[in-house]
């Protein structure tokens, strides 16, 4: 008997960070990633890597090869699409919802050990400001705002629905993941590499709960083992304002703060025109009117019972924000090697 880690997603922020983990505790990973996806950050040989696409189930199967029914088999989802745009992407649903079909029917043929489901809160219906928001065991898709809210939902539920059919599933529910290890460059790390460069100047006002990615990693983890049948988990940190978000990456790197608001009217009338920008420059828009929406909601969420079952703990956003400064620099560093060696060969 053998105990085996499955990391849909493996290249992911969330994706790439739990398998880190799981490979520092001396655990067997195998990975699935996009055919395309640039996974090097995982260290050669140390995870088994498939290749496909989590909307073709048969592509899935390659992960299931060579597991018996003695060897205890934990698979965790991360793939999927995080999207703020406004505009409705079919891809978004194939992969949030079909994927997540195909991940579930395939734990119940291949009869795992458990299934950790990573959602999000953004599948909470939401309460008006002041309440502060709980797990709930049922989810509609009407019921939240925005197509990757929508797609998390459903997602969600497919999941309790295969608990009710005998499935050993545990939901996790990450508010706005943040930190080292994000070789995507996703919203809040190209929100820090704008600061960095040069390239932000203002903000908004607003705010939402952001967690440390490694904190969520050693959430889903320890959810492996100790989250309950059918259950989920909001793994959240505290509210945080914009202001503050950047007022403490200016302390921490020593540079200028960021002095200009822009009005949430203006911000709003200019949000089609930057989601564009954006697009041309293939990187992720800072403001749009699903951000803009967000960053106006409520974002009061309640981690207590992950706390009380999975014994979850998250640190202070100052040291993530520094361990994120830290990483990109390395990051810019080791990309800058890699250019001029390439430039140098034959």
Not at 82 to 106: I, P, W, Y
Not at 127 to 142: A, K, N, T, W, Y
């Amino acid at each position: 008997m053998k105990r085996v880690y499955i990391i849909t997603g493996v290249g992911g922020h969330l994706g790439n960070t739990v398998a880190r983990e799981l490979l520092a505790a001396g655990e067997t990973v195998r990975g699935f990633a996009l055919p395309s996806e640039d996974i090097t950050m995982l260290y050669g040989d140390a995870v088994s890597i498939v290749r496909g696409d989590v909307r073709d189930k048969s592509s899935l199967e390659p992960l299931f090869f060579g597991l018996t029914p003695e060897d205890e088999v934990f698979v965790i989802h991360c793939a999927g699409i995080v999207s703020v745009a406004s505009k409705f992407d079919q891809r978004v649903v194939d992969v949030n919802v079909r994927g997540t079909e195909n991940v579930v029917n395939l734990c119940k043929e291949h009869g795992v050990k458990k299934l950790v489901y990573i959602s999000s809160v953004h599948a909470l219906p939401e309460l008006p400001h002041g309440d502060v928001m709980h797990e709930i065991d049922g989810f509609q898709e009407d019921a939240v705002i925005g197509l990757y809210a929508k797609t998390k939902a459903a997602a969600t539920q497919i999941v309790l629905d295969a608990v009710k059919e005998g499935l050993d599933a545990t939901v996790i529910q990450p508010s706005g993941i943040i930190g080292p290890n994000d070789y995507g460059h996703g919203h809040l790390t190209q929100m820090i590499i704008n600061y960095l460069n040069g390239s932000l100047t203002a903000c908004v006002e607003g705010g939402y709960d952001f967690v440390d990615v490694r904190d969520v990693a050693d959430g889903v983890i320890a959810a492996t083992e100790k989250g309950k049948k059918g259950e989920c988990y909001i793994l959240s940190n505290r509210y945080i304002p914009v202001r503050e978000l950047l007022n403490t990456l200016a302390r921490v790197t020593g540079g200028r703060k960021i002095t200009t608001v822009l009005p949430l009217w203006f911000a709003r009338m200019t949000a089609p025109i930057a989601e564009l920008y954006y697009k041309i420059r293939h990187e992720s828009p800072l403001f749009t009117r699903y951000t803009l929406y967000t960053l106006t909601s409520n974002a009061r969420f309640t981690n207590e019972k992950a706390k009380r079952d999975l014994g979850y703990h998250p640190r202070d956003i100052g040291t993530t924000i520094k361990d994120t400064v830290s990483f990109l620099t390395r990051e810019r560093k080791n990309l800058f090697v890699k250019r001029r060696v390439i430039k140098r060969l034959p």
